[in-house]
């Protein structure tokens, strides 16, 4: 742009990897000191995370990822399993943990972290998808989200607290 060199890294491959990634920076961008745009797309190990690596090695202008979490105040009604908006939030980062590490590493490290929703330009990049309200949804559906356990596992859990309930009376009436 203008002449001058902006490194976009998109995607980090598994945290194994994350060496490999800087290396490679290293090797073809002849060492440079800072990044300018870090993509997350999403929270799958083998993408974001050795980007945990790239954050910590390089001076980064953006960090671009979407964070479930901070949207757990509109999304709780449409939970019906959590009660709370610090619940949720919680159920959600532990979820998305491989998000939730590239969010801790960007608030200490003080990189601006922004969303990378449909019309918002990184660099020369326009970003097609998702638009937000996709995303709220995408995030309800997921497999990785804590929405509601299934029926054998609700089956399931229930009979191991009942059974974790009768050890204690059992030992409770035998004086333990």
């Known amino acids: 742009m203008n002449g001058?060199?902006?490194i976009h890294v998109?995607?980090?491959?598994?945290?194994?990897?994350?060496?490999?990634v800087v290396n490679f920076i290293n090797k073809y961008y002849g060492n440079p000191k800072r990044i300018a745009h870090v993509v997350?797309?999403?929270n799958d190990g083998d993408h974001a995370g050795g980007l945990q690596r790239v954050l910590e090695d390089f001076e980064v202008g953006a960090l671009w990822m979407l964070r479930p979490w901070i949207y757990a105040e509109e999304l709780l009604p449409r939970f019906k399993r959590f009660t709370t908006v610090d619940g949720l939030g919680k159920a959600l980062k532990e979820a998305y943990s491989n998000?939730?590490?590239l969010e801790e590493i960007g608030v200490?490290?003080?990189i601006q972290i922004y969303e990378p929703f449909q019309g918002a330009t990184i660099g020369a990049f326009r970003v097609m998808a998702p638009t937000r309200s996709r995303f709220l949804d995408l995030v309800v559906s997921s497999e990785k989200t804590p929405e509601e356990k299934g029926l054998l596992e609700t089956a399931r859990d229930a009979v191991v607290r009942l059974m974790k309930e009768a050890a204690v009376l059992v030992k409770a009436?035998?004086?333990r």
């Open 108 to 110: 200490r490290r003080k």
């Open 4 to 6: 001058q060199t902006l």
């Open 173 to 175: 009436a035998w004086g």
């Open 99 to 101: 998000l939730a590490a």
């Open 10 to 20: 998109v995607d980090g491959g598994y945290q194994l990897t994350g060496e490999k």
């Open 40 to 42: 997350a797309t999403h």
